[in-house]
């Protein structure tokens, strides 16, 4: 198998694992909490032993700084988690899936804001499609509270997603498995205050299902994309990242009989197509279209325009 082929099937397979994570999180019938503590610990072991066994704690090429930054990276993605699983309690997991793909413009404000970097009218234009998309997709009944609060949930995930990235992107020399891990095992004393042990206890066939966010969807998920960034070209990757909210979509309206209205549908193609525009302009400009860089020396999430579709 050629390696791009090779990775092009890695990635799309992440990207469907990806797609079901809602699944997990609402089946596990624990709450947003619960879950990411729980995400945390399994995925610390998944990704712990798998740098292990590969060999990836000697040479880690971590400084006193970069841990610090992985581990404010860390606060960030996992609250990111957890305002995004109360999204899909919120509303559904396709509402939340859709506006959570906003992630690239808040990132582009961030640099604004935060490293003066100029906005080209080309991306404001895109900024005002996403934004119009968004509203199409926000279009609820009135009254209907719920997806009201789920859109919110899902902004907020957004905007930490976009910080986390923001953050980690700037960590040079050292692969992101080491990175992912550190922000797995920062969340697990933060949300320790949050966590009921006595409410997960009696989960029973729940367990399965957390045990399996922290293995496939932490694990997993996260070996295949980082195996997949070091073979593709930016701008396949960003294409195949849509995988993901198209598999959430098809797994909410096959397993528990949710979809989007019509003129939300409307909004979608707006989000979607705004959201790759943004990504792969931004991604020429930095790579000028060549292959991703080897993930030896990327920043965890951060290393592509994958990184902004992948919860």
Not at 254 to 270: D, T
Request: aromatic share 12%.
């Amino acid at each position: 198998m050629r390696n791009e082929t090779r990775g092009t099937v890695e990635l799309t397979l992440a990207m469907v694992l990806s797609g079901t994570l809602g699944v997990f999180v609402v089946e596990s019938g624990a709450s947003p909490f619960e879950v990411v503590f729980f995400r945390c610990l399994f995925g610390a072991l998944a990704l712990g032993a798998y740098s292990l066994l590969r060999g990836f704690f000697t040479g880690h090429g971590f400084t006193a700084r970069k841990l610090g930054m992985a581990a404010l990276g860390g606060v960030f993605i996992v609250f990111n988690w957890v305002f995004l699983f109360e999204a899909y309690e919120a509303s559904s997991i396709s509402l939340a899936t859709v506006v959570y793909h906003t992630q690239p413009f808040f990132l582009v404000l961030l640099g604004a804001v935060f490293m003066r970097e100029r906005i080209p009218a080309g991306k404001l234009g895109w900024l005002v499609v996403a934004f119009v998309g968004l509203v199409l997709v926000s279009g609820v009944r009135p009254g209907d509270t719920a997806s009201l609060k789920g859109i919110g949930f899902a902004l907020a995930a957004a905007v930490l997603y976009a910080l986390s990235t923001f953050v980690t992107k700037r960590i040079t020399g050292v692969r992101p498995h080491l990175i992912a891990l550190v922000q797995v095992l920062v969340g697990m004393p933060l949300l320790l205050p949050f966590t009921d042990f006595g409410a997960v206890a009696g989960l029973g066939a729940g367990w399965a299902w957390l045990v399996g966010l922290g293995l496939i969807h932490t694990g997993l998920m996260y070996v295949l994309m980082y195996a997949a960034y070091a073979k593709l070209p930016t701008a396949k990757i960003a294409v195949l990242a849509f995988t993901y909210p198209a598999v959430a979509m098809g797994v909410d309206w096959a397993v528990y009989g949710h979809h989007i209205g019509l003129v939300q549908a409307l909004g979608v193609p707006l989000i979607v197509l705004a959201s790759l525009k943004v990504t792969l302009a931004g991604s020429a400009r930095t790579r000028g279209g060549a292959p991703a860089r080897r993930t030896g020396g990327r920043a965890g999430e951060a290393a592509s325009p994958a990184a902004t579709r992948a919860a």
